[in-house]
C-alpha cells in the first residue's frame, strides 16, 4: 500500500505540472523533454554498465542535447533574429540533423581511440544506441509540438492565407498544446486499459521471453482504448484531423507505445533489472515513464509531418 500510495502521489504532482508544459509549448515544453533526456540517457548508461560497457555519458548527453535543439532551432534563429535583427541563415531540420549526426560520430569514435577502456565496440555502440534511441527519438516530440509554432507550420494549406492574425496564432497555440497533451493522455490510459484488461481477461501470454505479465488481451484493451481516446479528442480538441486521421494517430499510440514498453524491458531483463532506477516512488525510473512515448513520438511527427501537413 505504501508503494502504492507513492505511486499515486507522484502521478498526481507530475502530471498536471506535465501537461501544463505541453500546453505551454516553446522553450517550456523544450526543457521538460531535455531533462527526461539527460535522466533517461543516464539511466540506459547505468544498463549498459551493468553489461560490461563502458558508453561516454557526457558525450550522450551533449549529443541528445544537439538532437533536441535540432528540433527547435528555427524557433530559436527566429526570436535571436528578433532581438538581434540580423539575419541568421538557418538550415532545415534534415540539414542540421545530419551535420549533429556526423559531428557525433566523429566524436565519440576518435574519444574511444584514446579510452582504453573495457571493449571499444561495445562502448561506441552503447554511446550511439541510447544517444539516437533516446536523444533523437525523444527530439521528434519537440518537434510534433514544434509543428504548430508560426515558423514551422503550413499557414496556407491550412488557413488559405499567409498572413497571420491573432485568432489564427492562438487556434495554432490550442491546436499544438492539445495535440501533445492528447498523445501523453492516449499513452497513459492505453498503459492503464492494457494493465486491468490483462488483470481481468489475461490468458495468453504476450512476449513471456521480455514481460510474462503482459498478455495479448491486456494489449489489446490498450490498443482498443488508444484508438477510441484519439478519436474522442478528434471531436474533443483537434478538428484539424480527420477521423481517419485520428484512428491512425490511435493506432500509432495503441500499437508502438506498447512495443516501446517491451524493448524497454528487454533492456532492463537483459541488465537483470527490474527498474531503471529508483527516481520516482512507485514509477521506477525516468525511463521507464518515457519509454512508450520514446516509440510513439517518432511515428506520430512523422506521419503529421510528411503526411496530415504535406
Known sequence: MSNLGARILVAVVAIPCILLLAWLGGYFWFAFVAAVMGFSVREFAALSRRKGAFPQTPAMLGGGFALLLVFLHERLAADIASVT??????????QALVWVCILFMLVVLTTELFRNRGSALANAGATVLGTLYIGL??????GVREIFSVTEFPVGKVFGTVEWNPAMQSRLHA?????????LATIWICDTAAYFG???????????RVSPKK?????????????????????????YLTTGQAVVIGVIVGAAGQIGDLVESLFKRDAGVKDSSEMLPGHGGVFDR??????????VFLYLDYVVFA
Open 290 to 299: 518515457f519509454d512508450s512515448l520514446l516509440y510513439v513520438a517518432p511515428l
Open 137 to 142: 527519438f525523444l527530439g521528434t516530440a519537440v
Open 85 to 94: 535583427g540580423a539575419a541568421i541563415p538557418v538550415p532545415s531540420t534534415g
Open 215 to 239: 498478455t495479448w488481451e491486456g494489449a489489446a484493451c490498450g490498443f482498443v482504448t488508444a484508438v477510441a481516446t484519439m478519436v474522442a479528442a478528434r471531436y474533443l480538441v483537434l478538428d
Open 198 to 208: 490483462g488483470v481481468a481477461m489475461g490468458r495468453t501470454p504476450l512476449f513471456p
Open 175 to 183: 491546436w499544438g498544446g492539445f495535440t501533445m497533451i492528447s498523445i
